[in-house]
């Protein structure tokens, strides 16, 4: 029984919101790769994407809650999420007109690109600052539980009890339809192969006939799709504040960077290792260690390697390890 309880707790505390965390940057890291295996540089603005997108987001969401539309159970923001994809995409493609097409055609060293999009970054910030505000806002309706604690233990019989929120399986859910959709695009769809082609041999695929521009388009397009998508979700899952989507740029790029830039699988294999990283090393493992060692070995302290404050110290620690020793990240992806 005391093993039962601990894998409860294991399940509650690291497993679950490990899941959830490590789809969102998973949705995150493959927009990051997609920009940098078919543009060719890292899009430092895609935290503060993520942030536009979400913002549009919501204000979408107040506008249907206002009018009185919802969807039940499930979260308003499902129905105003096109919306803010549509606004984040027109958005993105017309930074991209406007700023980042004269540096394409100069062909510009991609260190100058990735400069360019910190200064994107920093405009997108103040934007979404200015016409959302910097306070935390929380715009979760609906159904909170799936399952709650204590229909888990009339159940089980359990002491401890299991809670799954609406919001983490619905993050599970979508990002597993995006991404399957996603690849299906660039598997089976004629302008997913150009865009396969453009980014393996830029050259080769104009000779063949291959619309940059068009490929660009497309690419940007997604990227704001996926950005929207994870901050959203991750906005529904914890909630919205600004400047979180710039912290969260880190753990983004060092799903992309572990898993290998401009390669999507690994993308998404690095962001469940930077979740569950951040997740194992700031959880305080005293109750399931509790449950599953003796009482003799039960532990006094909280057996947390590092506090919360700091769980973005080890998405850098892992960034940093894999630069030095594996710079192709551990699936073979292209190289900072």
Do not use: C
């Not at 990051?32 to 994407?49: C, E, P, Q, W």
Request: no cysteine; hydrophobic share 55%; proline share 3%.
């Amino acid at each position: 029984m005391d093993f039962l309880n601990g894998l409860v707790a294991f399940l509650n505390f690291v497993f679950i919101p490990g899941m959830a965390y490590g789809a969102q940057l998973a949705l995150g890291a493959l927009g990051v790769t997609l920009i940098y295996g078919i543009l060719r540089f890292s899009n430092f603005a895609h935290g503060d994407t993520m942030a536009f997108g979400t913002m549009a987001t919501i204000l979408v969401t107040w506008a249907l809650q206002g009018a009185g539309i919802g969807l039940g159970p499930l979260p308003t923001a499902l129905l105003a999420l096109p919306v803010g994809i549509a606004v984040t995409a027109a958005l993105v493609l017309g930074t991209d007109r406007a700023v980042y097409r004269f540096y394409r055609r100069v062909r510009a060293a991609p260190v100058i690109l990735v400069i360019v999009s910190m200064g994107v970054m920093f405009v997108m910030n103040a934007l979404v600052r200015f016409i959302i505000g910097v306070d935390e806002i929380s715009f979760a309706d609906g159904g909170r539980f799936v399952i709650g604690v204590r229909e888990f233990r009339e159940a089980t019989g359990l002491s401890e009890g299991l809670a799954i929120r609406t919001t983490q399986l619905i993050t599970i859910l979508v990002a597993a339809l995006a991404v399957a959709a996603l690849f299906w695009f660039l598997g089976r769809t004629r302008t997913g192969k150009s865009m396969r082609a453009y980014s393996d041999n830029e050259d080769l695929a104009l000779l063949s006939g291959i619309n940059p521009e068009r490929v660009v388009a497309v690419t940007w397009i997604l990227a704001a799709a996926l950005a929207t998508t994870a901050g959203v979700l991750y906005g529904l899952d914890k909630s919205f504040r600004a400047f979180t989507y710039f912290q969260l740029l880190l753990p983004i790029f060092a799903s992309a960077v572990v898993g290998g830039l401009g390669n999507p699988l690994g993308a998404i294999g690095g962001g469940f290792i930077i979740a569950f990283s951040e997740v194992a090393v700031t959880y305080a493992w005293k109750k399931v260690l509790t449950y599953w060692l003796p009482d003799s070995m039960a532990p006094d302290g909280l057996v947390q390697l590092m506090s919360t404050d700091y769980k973005y110290a080890v998405s850098f620690a892992i960034l940093v390890v894999v630069l030095l020793f594996r710079p192709t990240g551990l699936f073979k992806g292209k190289s900072v």
